[in-house]
């Protein structure tokens, strides 16, 4: 009877160590797992005080204000061209040469003893540089068709059209910076604005005026910005830090509470521009550190690892 409670003690020992054993494991296989949270690598930056200037782009594009129109006095046949588009002319210069109808039929009369050529020089009134040459060789004119335009040196002009929206921006007189396709820039003045919509896109047609002679050619499409509002102390943040949704309606940034752990926190931005965000709400301290890179797609809260 003994040797039986003796077996059955062990037994029963021998079941609860094994039962003990495994439930240690597992607690221990479970903290294990928990501790190995990956960390996301991340960098940082905090916040800066300063003027922020919000500003637009809008496209001008080059034309020349005047133009001198050379039409055909009589009409006839156009016997030569003298000059081509682009050639710098002067005043009195022969641009084409236009022989009329007249003289083409008594050609080859006898009845013509003093041999009237009819051959008319067409001359250039003033100094430019030819834009076009509207008929070629051979070609018959009425009298006042054109033969060629001349654009005036100087008389280059950028058109900017603006969203109505913002006319009240464009202040007329004032001095601005134009920038060209090459990377060089331009002061222009705002010199006038007409007094029309265009009827499809709905914009307002502005004259800017070059300050120095530009030897550019026409439909140049340059840049200008346009200045809506500076604030002189705003908060701002780079533009890499702030977070928001699908439609652009929930801002938020991911800001460090320690040096392995940021949260989430909804902010209201302001003036935008191309590198910065204005921080309207809430009041961040100079202290405060943002992840600026390795934020997108965080939870509320995330571990994070600081890359030196």
Known sequence: ?????????????????????????????????????????????GIQIGEMVEETELNATSAFFDKALITAPVAGYIEQDLVNPGDHVTQNQILACLRTRESMVLRGDSANPLNYSGLIRIKSSLVGTVISVDHPKGDYVQEGNQICSIAIPGSLVFILEAPFELSRYIK????????????????VKILSRLPMMTGTSQTQRFILQPLTFSDLPENLIARIRII????????????????????QQHFWVMK???????????????????????????EF???????????????DTARIIIKK
């Open 1 to 45: 009877m003994n040797n039986l409670r003796h077996i059955f003690r062990f037994r029963t020992f021998t079941l609860m160590f094994i039962f003990v054993f495994v439930g240690c494991s597992q607690s221990n296989k479970d903290k294990g797992e928990q501790d190995v949270i990956p960390k996301v690598p991340v960098t940082t930056t």
């Open 172 to 187: 007329l007189k004032s001095v601005t910076r134009l920038f060209l396709p090459d990377g060089k820039s331009l002061n």
């Open 228 to 247: 809506k509002q500076v604030k002189p102390h705003a908060v701002k943040l780079s533009k890499s830090c702030v977070l928001s949704d699908e439609v």
């Open 256 to 282: 460090l509470i320690n040096d392995s752990t940021a949260v989430k926190v909804d902010i209201k931005p302001g003036l935008k521009t191309l590198e910065q965000i204005e921080i309207l709400e809430p």
């Open 285 to 299: 301290l100079p202290a405060d550190r943002f992840l600026e890179s390795g934020n997108y797609g965080l939870g």
